[in-house]
């Protein structure tokens, strides 16, 4: 079978246990000297100025009763805290998921350290005063200076401890489960996702909430108001935490642990599947699987969780080792990007499932042999096939739902199960309220994210974890050497009962921000002017907005969330700006059609949207606004 939804590119420390005096008075602390940052300032400090009261041939000993002599210091039992003068630093409002920039922004002095501790400024004092706050990240540069960076200035705004993955490496799902199994308060995720690491690259940061999802808007609006009339950053003065030990270190009333970043993870996802279900699959020796890891955070869990767990051959990881710059790729699991993969599930000799997984490990891939399972796809099987291949839905899923540019594949599963379902604004963060409040089981996004309310954060390993359960569960009672049921059988046959969505995104990235703005006015105004039974060729248009949603737990209303063309067959064009760019503006057109005709299903899906295509060409008149006449990517 060829490429079958899509096609490609079409143009691109030292741990050490302080001496904490049992009663907390005036302790001395003994520091190794290159422990010791502020000798050898990051930006963000180097307006501070120490003075050191003794020190040793190794070892500098600090009162913490020696005076500063440019800042304030005022004492928490053994902490110092220093107040660090800060301006206010334009353009920090939080994307679609955390704030993202060019690392080299990142780096400039006090930008990382505003945004933080305008998040404190933020927050009511008993959300974190001492509480605990989990730390993780993707191993992207700049990682390693920013976790230090965190921690200081959560020391100094009275958080109790940090859970610290090693290295500080925790992918973003992870991140949420131990927030939910350590009954934190919230956590840090250091990643800019599926953008690019390295230093002429991206960084990000990202804030949970305490049932472990991304902060909601009212919280970083506030982040964002208060970035704009910050004055000082609180900071500890500790010295820089030995990230690459497991164990917990105290700095008084103040304590930070370095944890295995896998291990409550994978606790999870052993209660979640049938892990010697999955492992009857990847042992047979007529299945083969491989999963890339993108050089991203997910090297650091694939090994333990799909080799030793599983049984999977240790072969079957590429490019599992974490590097700051994901060994030059674009950490984006998609048929772009992840084009080794891509090549070697193409191949008529190919593994039978291959999957990807993004910078921080929330986003997945899915492939079969010579096939490729879009997103929109992916959930709606997943769906439809939960309650018998997944322990964690033995009772059913509660109920479904997707972001609003997502295919309606989801919808008409959730229709025939006859499940509750939700339509939510692009973002993660729409998702979880529905969760906690006991309405939701499983989601997910066009955008390559699926998940489930086992956490309140898209989670990749879940999925490539759910799809082998599927494919495991259809074959279980087959015997070696019988023709397995494969990928592509699973999603005809679902496309045979339910009938197929076809689907495609076009993605025109970094264009100038000027023309894609003025594009989106156009087109507020074209949609204000038009009315149901307009033509457009051969369509007829039931409805055009943008749209808006109101969250129906806590009501929260948000607008301007993309605009949508609906036609009277079913048939969308909608239009977005991206959220999470750091350099000018991407424009996203997402284009879907039904077809319940069987045999139209194999159709490829450029050549059953063409039209549609061509018609949201015209309607947006893109080429007239950003002078593109290709997009970057195409899913
Ligand atoms: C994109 C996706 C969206 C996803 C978001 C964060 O946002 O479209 O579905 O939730 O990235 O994913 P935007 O605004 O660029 O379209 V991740 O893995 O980057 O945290
Ligand atoms: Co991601």
């Not at 704009?228 to 164990?247: C, Q, R, T």
């Not at 499940?419 to 906690?436: A, I, R, S």
């Not at 490539?464 to 494969?486: C, H, M, T, Y």
């Not at 194999?602 to 015209?618: C, F, G, H, M, R």
Request: with cysteine; glycine share 8%; net charge negative.
């Amino acid at each position: 079978m060829a490429l079958n939804t899509a096609s490609l590119r079409t143009s691109s420390v030292l741990s050490r246990k302080f001496k904490n005096s049992s009663n907390n008075v005036s302790p001395t602390f003994s520091i190794p000297i290159k422990s010791l940052s502020f000798l050898n300032p990051v930006p963000l400090f180097s307006n501070l100025s120490f003075k050191q009261t003794s020190h040793s041939s190794s070892s500098v000993s600090i009162k913490a009763s020696s005076p500063s002599s440019s800042t304030t210091i005022t004492e928490s039992q053994e902490l110092k805290i220093f107040y660090v003068p800060t301006k206010p630093i334009e353009g920090q409002k939080t994307g679609t998921s955390g704030l993202r920039k060019k690392v080299k922004v990142f780096m400039q002095e006090n930008y990382l350290g505003n945004w933080i501790q305008a998040l404190f400024n933020s927050l009511p004092p008993e959300d974190y005063k001492k509480g605990v706050l989990v730390l993780g990240g993707d191993g992207r540069y700049f990682n390693r200076e920013a976790a230090q960076i965190i921690i200081k200035i959560a020391a100094g705004n009275g958080v109790g401890k940090i859970l610290v993955g090693k290295d500080g490496i925790m992918s973003t799902p992870a991140v949420s489960a131990v927030i939910r199994k350590r009954n934190a308060n919230g956590g840090f995720i250091m990643s800019a996702s599926h953008n690019p690491g390295g230093p002429e690259y991206d960084w990000g940061i990202k804030f949970n909430y305490s049932s472990g999802q991304p902060a909601p808007e009212s919280i970083t609006d506030k982040i964002y108001g208060n970035t704009l009339s910050i004055s000082e950053i609180k900071m500890a003065e500790i010295p820089d935490v030995d990230l690459s030990n497991l164990g917990v270190t105290n700095y008084g009333t103040f304590s930070v642990e370095v944890v295995d970043p896998v291990g409550d993870y994978l606790e999870l996802m052993e209660n979640v599947f049938d892990f010697s279900l999955i492992r009857s699959l990847l042992l047979r020796p007529d299945f083969r699987f491989v999963f890339d890891a993108m050089h991203a955070v997910t090297g650091a869990y694939a090994k333990p969780i799909f080799v030793d767990k599983l049984g999977a051959n240790p072969d079957s990881i590429s490019n599992g080792v974490p590097l700051e710059d994901f060994g030059h790729g674009h950490p984006d699991p998609n048929l772009t990007y992840a084009k080794d993969l891509v090549n070697i599930m193409f191949d008529e000799n190919g593994p039978d499932v291959g999957a990807a997984s993004d910078g921080d490990g929330d986003r997945n891939m899915i492939l079969g042999r010579e096939f490729f399972v879009t997103p929109s796809d992916s959930v709606a099987i997943i769906a439809a096939n939960a309650q018998e291949a997944i322990p964690y839905f033995k009772t059913g899923p509660k109920g479904l739902a997707r972001s609003m540019p997502t295919s309606g594949a989801l919808d008409r599963v959730a229709q025939k199960l006859d499940l509750p379902f939700y339509e939510v604004p692009t973002g993660w963060k729409f998702f979880g309220n529905l969760m906690d409040a006991g309405k939701l089981s499983i989601c997910g996004e066009e955008s390559f994210g699926t998940g489930s309310d086992h956490i309140r954060e898209k989670d990749g390993i879940w999925a490539v974890l759910a799809w082998l359960s599927i494919i495991a569960f259809r074959n279980k009672d087959r015997k070696p050497g019988e023709k397995l049921i494969s990928i592509s059988d699973v999603v005809n046959q679902h496309w045979a009962t339910y009938g197929r969505n076809f689907f495609s995104r076009y993605d025109y990235e970094e264009c100038e921000s000027e023309g894609a703005n003025k594009m989106i006015e156009y087109l507020r105004d074209v949609v204000s002017k038009s009315k149901g039974g307009d033509k457009y060729g051969s369509y007829a248009l039931q409805f055009a907005d943008d749209f808006n949603y109101s969250d129906p737990v806590d009501g929260s209303v948000v607008s301007k969330q993309g605009i949508r063309f609906v036609f009277t067959d079913g048939s969308r064009i909608i239009f977005r700006l991206s959220g999470t760019g750091s350099a000018g503006a991407t424009v996203r057109i997402y284009i879907e059609q039904f077809e319940p005709d069987v045999s139209k299903h194999n159709v490829d899906a450029q050549t059953a949207l063409k039209p549609l295509i061509d018609l949201a060409l015209s309607i947006s008149k893109l080429k007239e606004f950003t002078g593109r006449e290709e997009p970057t990517v195409i899913t």
